[in-house]
Antibody
Framework: QVTLKESGPVLVKPTETLMLTCTVS??????????VSWIRQPPGKALEWLGNIFSNDEKSYSTSLKNSVAISRDTSKSQVVLTMTNVDPVDTATYFCARIVRLVGATFYSDYWGQGSLVTVSS | SSELTQDPAVSVALGQTVTITCQGD??????ANWYQQRPGQAPLLLIY???NRPSGIPDRFSGSSSGNTAALTITGAQAEDEADYYC??????????FGGGTKLTVL
């Protein structure tokens, strides 16, 4: 059974660093065809892709957030960590992690998602 | 460009067919995935690749693509299909993206 679960602070102050952890089970972070994505959704707004990490430590990030977002992994703990620096109230959102499956021919999809973690940025 | 455009809202009569579209330059090269999101829930994968449905997704959901436009068709819409729908793809630099979402109302 594949599961992903986000954990981290509920409230963060502006300019602080946000760290969210995605703990996965039911699949391996060293599977060459799989990785983890981070996606966020501000209240009442659309989904926004933040970045991916794959088994070979290949990473890609949203161009608009590239300088403030980093994704890392600890395969021994089956965890993927999202770090976002210098947060602002506009970063208030539900943050999701999702398993991403990569197939031949550049086809990919996210088939399992965590329940999401609501983070509020406020002083 | 690395953007996907969706109509903000669409409505359909119960039992009828509705198509939700997604436009973007990257769709000329890459397939779109489609997700359904109900209020307070995580997105649910409906369609991936050319027109593949994960196990458990009803066959009334189907996907298609032509040029720079991908489409999700619901044939015989049900009341439980009322939700937000998002397309998702990538660009040549492996940057992923989501459309702005379409709110489907079933009348």
């Amino acid at each position: 059974q594949v599961t992903l679960k986000e954990s981290g602070p509920v409230l963060v102050k502006p300019t602080e660093t946000l760290m969210l952890t995605c703990t996965v089970s039911g699949f391996s972070l060293i599977n060459p065809n799989m990785g983890v994505s981070w996606i966020r959704q501000p209240p009442g707004k659309a989904l926004e892709w933040l970045g991916n990490i794959f088994s070979n430590d290949e990473k890609s990030y949203s161009t608009s957030l590239k300088n403030s977002v980093a994704i890392s992994r600890d395969t021994s703990k089956s965890q993927v960590v999202l770090t976002m620096t210098n947060v602002d109230p506009v970063d208030t959102a539900t943050y999701f992690c999702a398993r991403i499956v990569r197939l031949v021919g550049a086809t990919f999809y996210s088939d399992y998602w965590g329940q999401g973690s609501l983070v509020t940025v406020s002083s | 460009s690395s953007e996907l455009t969706q109509d903000p809202a669409v409505s359909v009569a119960l039992g009828q067919t509705v198509t939700i579209t997604c436009q973007g330059d990257s769709l000329r090269i890459y397939y779109a995935n489609w997700y359904q999101q109900r209020p307070g829930q995580a997105p649910l994968l409906l369609i991936y690749g050319k027109n593949n449905r994960p196990s458990g997704i009803p066959d009334r959901f189907s996907g298609s693509s032509s040029g720079n436009t991908a489409a999700l068709t619901i044939t015989g819409a049900q009341a439980e299909d009322e939700a937000d729908y998002y397309c998702n793809s990538r660009d040549i630099n492996n940057h992923h993206m989501f459309g702005g979402g379409t709110k489907l109302t079933v009348l």
